[in-house]
C-alpha cells in the first residue's frame, strides 16, 4: 500500500481488523507519532492533522523535526549477487560501496526528489543524472535542478 503524502512528509497505513480502524504513524522522523481512523477520508484527514501538529510542536521548542539519515545501512542479498557486484566494482576500479551507491542513484535517476528543510520551504529537485558519489565525498558531483517553491 502506498504510503500517505503530506508538506513533505509520509505516513503508513494499517488495518486493525480487532478494533475495526485504521492507523498509521509518520515516518522518517525521530519521534512517534500516530493517528488512526475508521475511513481513509478520516485517515488521510488525520495524518494531515498530525503533521501539522508535529510541526508547530517543534516549531514551539526549537526542535528539527526531521529524522537525520546517516548514510549507512545494511543490504542483503544473495552470496552470488554479492560476489559478482564485487567482482563488477574492482573492474570498475572502484569500492564496492560507491558502486552500490551509484546504482541507487541510477535507479533514482529523473524521479523527483523531494526535501524538508528546518524553514518549512519544500525544495523540489529531479535527478538529472547519475551521481558520482566519489565525487560528492570531494565535494563536487552534485547535479540537480533545484524547483524551490513556497506552501
Do not use: W
Amino acid at each position: 500500500m502506498k504510503p500517505l503524502q503530506y508538506n513533505g512528509y509520509l505516513g503508513s497505513v494499517e488495518c486493525s481488523f480487532e478494533d475495526k480502524c485504521l492507523y498509521g504513524k509518520i515516518l522518517y522522523i525521530n519521534d512517534l507519532v500516530t493517528y488512526e481512523a475508521e475511513t481513509v477520508l478520516e485517515l488521510e484527514a488525520a495524518f494531515k492533522e498530525s503533521v501539522d501538529d508535529y510541526l508547530a510542536t517543534c516549531a514551539e521548542i526549537g526542535k528539527d523535526p526531521d529524522k537525520s539519515f546517516k548514510g549507512t545501512f545494511n543490504v542483503r542479498m544473495t552470496p552470488e549477487r554479492h560476489k559478482a557486484a564485487a567482482v563488477e566494482a574492482l573492474l570498475q576500479k572502484t569500492t564496492l560501496n560507491d558502486f552500490v551507491s551509484q546504482a541507487v542513484a541510477e535507479k533514482l535517476a529523473g524521479r523527483e526528489v523531494h526535501h524538508h528543510n528546518d524553514q518549512h520551504i519544500h525544495i523540489q529537485a529531479t535527478v538529472t543524472e547519475p551521481l558520482d558519489f566519489g565525487a560528492m565525498r570531494r565535494g563536487s558531483g552534485y547535479r540537480m535542478q533545484e524547483e524551490p517553491r513556497e506552501n
